[in-house]
C-alpha cells in the first residue's frame, strides 16, 4: 500500500456499485448522495478554490458486477483522465452461488494495473466482517475474508491507498445502516467520507477504534424488524435473482460526466 499522504488531486472519478452510487443515503432531486460525493465536498474544502474547483464524475450503477464495471466503467474513466479513481466492488458477485475468487482477483488487479499504468491514483475498498451482524451472511464470510486478502494485496503490488472496514466495530452500529440491511444510510456514508479522507492523508478520524456503545434492539423489536425486512426488502431481492434482474436494470450513472465541486464558504 502506498505512504499515507495527501495529495491535492484536481479530478476525482468514482467507479462500483450500489456503495459507490450512495444508495440509501438520499440527497435531492431523487438522487442519492453517499460517501464519493461527500468525500469530493471534503477534498474540495481542503484545497480547492471558487476559481479551481474539484472535477468529479461517479460512475457507479447499483446492482453491477465486477465484469459490468470494467466493461462499462473503466473505459470511461480512462478516457476522462482523472488524477484519482475510487474503485470498489466485488460484493455482488459474492452473493452470487457462481461466485470464483480467483477470477475475481484477476479482474481486480488488472483493473488497478491498468490504472495505475495510465498514471491514476487509486483507492481500493477491503469490505467488512459480515458475520458480525448476519448470520446469513456469515455463512459466506470466506468469500469476503478472501476479497479483503485480495484487495490488501494489490494495494500493497501497486501502491495504493486502501480502506480497510475489517476491524472498524462502529460499523456493527443498527443506526448506520439503511432498512434494507444492506446498504448504509447516511450516518454511514458520512463515516466512510471521513475513512477515506484519513486513508487519502487528509484528517484524523479518532473513531475508528474498538465501540462499547453500540445498543443492540431487545428480541421482540428485532423479530418485528425481521419480518417487516423480509417483505419489504428479501423477499423482492429473492425475485430479482429469480428473474435474473438487477437493481441497476434501468438506471444510469449519476455523474457521467465531470461536474465542478466547489468549496464550501
Known amino acids: 500500500m502506498i505512504e499515507t499522504q495527501a495529495k491535492k488531486w484536481k479530478s476525482f472519478v468514482a467507479l462500483g456499485d450500489s456503495f459507490t452510487e450512495g444508495v440509501g443515503d438520499h440527497g435531492v432531486n431523487g438522487l442519492y448522495l453517499g460517501w464519493a460525493d461527500r468525500l469530493a465536498g471534503k477534498l474540495a474544502d ?73 498514471g491514476h491514483d487509486v483507492l481500493l475498498f477491503s469490505f467488512g466482517d459480515s458475520s458480525r451482524n448476519s448470520k446469513v451472511m456469515g455463512l459466506i464470510r470466506d468469500r469476503f475474508v478472501g476479497l479483503r486478502s485480495v484487495n490488501r494485496a494489490i494495494a500493497e503490488a501497486y501502491d495504493c491507498y486502501l480502506v480497510d472496514f475489517w476491524d472498524m466495530e462502529i460499523f456493527n452500529d443498527p443506526k448506520v445502516w439503511d432498512a434494507d440491511r444492506l446498504h448504509l444510510n447516511h450516518r454511514g456514508h458520512a463515516l466512510v467520507a471521513e475513512v477515506a479522507m484519513q486513508s487519502l492523508g487528509w484528517g484524523n478520524a479518532r473513531w475508528l477504534g474498538a465501540r462499547d456503545d453500540i445498543v443492540q434492539p431487545a428480541l421482540p423489536a428485532r423479530l418485528l424488524a425481521d419480518m417487516s425486512w423480509a417483505k419489504n426488502y428479501g423477499w423482492p431481492w429473492v425475485s430479482r435473482r429469480l428473474r435474473g434482474a438487477s437493481s441497476g436494470d434501468g438506471v444510469s450513472a449519476k455523474y457521467w460526466d465531470y461536474v465542478d465541486i466547489y468549496p464550501r464558504v
Request: aromatic share 6%; hydrophobic share 40%; net charge negative.
Open 46 to 118: 481542503e484545497y480547492c478554490t471558487q476559481n479551481d474547483p474539484l472535477k468529479y464524475a461517479n460512475l457507479a450503477i447499483r446492482g453491477r458486477l465486477l465484469t459490468q464495471m470494467v466493461d462499462e466503467q473503466l473505459p470511461r474513466a480512462l478516457e476522462m483522465n482523472p488524477a484519482l479513481v475510487s474503485f470498489a466492488g466485488g460484493i455482488n458477485d459474492a452473493m452470487r452461488g457462481s461466485f470464483d475468487l480467483d477470477a475475481k482477483a484477476t479482474q481486480l488487479e488488472r483493473t488497478v494495473r491498468e490504472l495505475r499504468s495510465a
